[in-house]
């Protein structure tokens, strides 16, 4: 798939655009992240919490290993999700749904997507933090199964800080 060009994916009564994200949708990327991700101060310690959780920086960072993929609501970016292929394995990452999106099957939409255009490995893992009960639920419902040694998973194929290392799990699918 090139940047630009969409798959167009019915969910419920809505059409969703799915395309490769380019760095021109780095601004409204940076918003849906951001807005998802304060749903984490539901569960993470003060201490843990980062304002804003992705910066423009931090976008540029992951784009030189991933690649960031995106959902659109009639031309409205609603999601977005990374693809990083590391050695043996390619990694879900960074899967946001603007708040107005959640619950709809959007997540769900977009990570189907990208499972289906892996190529090279047969093996996918997604890190989440252990207390995002809605991301586990999601994970879970499409045939993932919890990691029997996360820790071990999460520094071989990983790269963040340690604090969230710490909170987090991972779940394995073969594709």
Not at 163 to 170: I, N, P
């Amino acid at each position: 798939m090139l940047v630009g060009e969409a798959d167009i994916l019915r969910i419920n009564t809505m059409e969703i655009a799915i395309r490769l994200l380019s760095p021109l949708d780095q601004p409204e990327a940076l918003d849906v992240i951001n807005a998802a991700a304060a749903w984490y101060e539901e569960f993470l310690p003060q201490s843990e919490l980062h304002d804003p959780e992705m910066t423009p920086m931090g976008w540029d960072t992951e784009a030189q290993r991933l690649d960031w993929f995106g959902a659109f609501d009639d031309g409205r970016l609603i999601a977005v999700m990374g693809r990083e292929y590391v050695r043996d394995v390619a990694l879900l990452r960074h899967g946001y749904v603007a708040p107005d999106y959640q619950r709809l099957g959007v997540a769900r939409a977009l990570q189907e997507y990208i499972e289906a255009q892996i190529e090279g490995v047969d093996r996918v893992l997604v890190g989440t933090y252990a207390a995002n009960y809605k991301a586990r639920a999601l994970l879970e419902q499409t045939g993932y199964l919890l990691s029997p040694d996360s820790e071990a998973l999460l520094r071989a194929y990983y790269d963040i800080p340690e604090d969230r290392l710490c909170a987090s799990v991972t779940y394995e699918k073969t594709i």
